[in-house]
């Protein structure tokens, strides 16, 4: 038997429920892993509330996980039980003990780097990778904005800025966030509960803005972050911690200056093994180069998935939370 988290109607963290079940079996293609460690993500609790659309119900959740190949099914090549894998890029079902998922998306994890870090770091660490390597590639000197600085995604861009040089102002709620934020590279805070934003922005950037703003706040922010973009500049919309961005005016993009947004995705960068396992082996170098230091804040059972997500959710984290089965 294996144990899974899984919802069967949509709500809050109540609605999640520990069951049994058989251990699945992979079919053509897929891949059996026994999980060791599974990363928690905000994005999860989109599809447990019902913003995001499972594929049907009861459904289980989570993208993110490590842990070593138990079976493979037909046609698969490239992995065998006994492999160490990491996985970030779906189907929902890391919640659980086992976890069935296409060949393709998993890569392989080096030996020196532990379970529990790489379910810490796959989904976060892959981001950041493809916001600051590829949406807007950065080549060093610029300053960025980046919101949630002091988050999972927030700590891991802090990081791999200040490898970069790049200068990152981070945007984070408390004095106690921009602490850790500026402990693990950011070159400025703006602590958003007493400043404004826009104003320390302008300050730090003698009046030019940035030519980079990350948000992955969303509805709350999209103003702000608009404001802080230098004319012709980039904003990447990744993100709605606060609810979507919905009704958007092109028109202000003009009034503002003539401004970029995009609205990026994992899958849409790890759209083949290929570019999945160049994009992986370039974070795990980052870390095993200690260049990024992957701060696990919080480890929760499995069965006490609910009472994670409420800590994610309230803001209550620092870091990456990890599930452990």
């Not at 079919?27 to 990363?39: D, K, Y």
């Not at 070593?68 to 046609?75: F, K, L, N, S």
């Not at 950065?138 to 995604?153: D, Q, W």
């Not at 696990?296 to 939370?321: D, F, K, V």
């Amino acid at each position: 038997m294996s144990k899974r988290i899984q919802f069967s109607r949509h709500g809050g963290p109540d609605v999640l429920e520990l069951i049994e079940r058989d251990v699945p079996t992979p079919g053509p293609g897929e891949v059996l892993v026994r999980n060791h460690a599974i990363g928690l993500n905000f994005i999860e609790t989109y599809f447990r509330e019902g913003l995001y659309a499972p594929p049907a119900l009861p459904s289980s959740l989570g993208t993110e996980g490590a842990g070593v190949v138990e079976a493979i099914g037909e046609g698969v090549e490239g992995f065998r039980p006994g492999d160490r894998v990491a996985y970030a890029t779906g189907p929902l079902g890391a919640y659980g003990e086992h976890h069935v998922l296409p060949a393709r998306h998993l890569v392989r994890l080096p030996d020196a780097l532990s379970f529990e870090h790489a379910a810490a770091v796959m989904l976060k660490g892959l981001t950041v990778q493809y916001l600051l390597r590829q949406t807007a590639p950065l080549e060093g000197g610029e300053t960025i904005l980046f919101h949630a600085a002091a988050g999972g995604v927030g700590s891991i861009a802090c990081q791999w800025a200040n490898a970069l040089g790049v200068r990152l102002i981070g945007v984070v709620g408390s004095a106690e966030k921009a602490q850790r934020a500026q402990r693990l590279g950011a070159w400025a805070t703006i602590d958003h509960s007493r400043e404004n934003v826009v104003e320390r922005v302008r300050e730090l950037t003698d009046g030019k803005g940035c030519p980079v703003v990350y948000d992955s706040v969303g509805k709350s922010t999209w103003e702000t972050s608009l404001d802080c973009v230098a004319p012709r500049g980039l904003l990447v919309s990744f993100g709605n911690a606060s609810g979507p961005v919905t009704g958007v005016n092109l028109g202000v993009l003009a009034q503002k200056g003539s401004l970029y947004v995009t609205r990026p995705v994992l899958a849409g960068y790890a759209n083949t093994p290929e570019r999945l396992q160049a994009m992986a082996d370039e974070l795990f170098e980052m870390i095993l180069s200690g260049k990024i230091e992957v701060e696990i804040g919080q480890r929760y059972p499995l069965a006490e998935a609910g009472r994670a997500q409420t800590a994610l959710a309230s803001r209550q984290t620092t870091g990456s939370t990890i599930l452990l089965p």
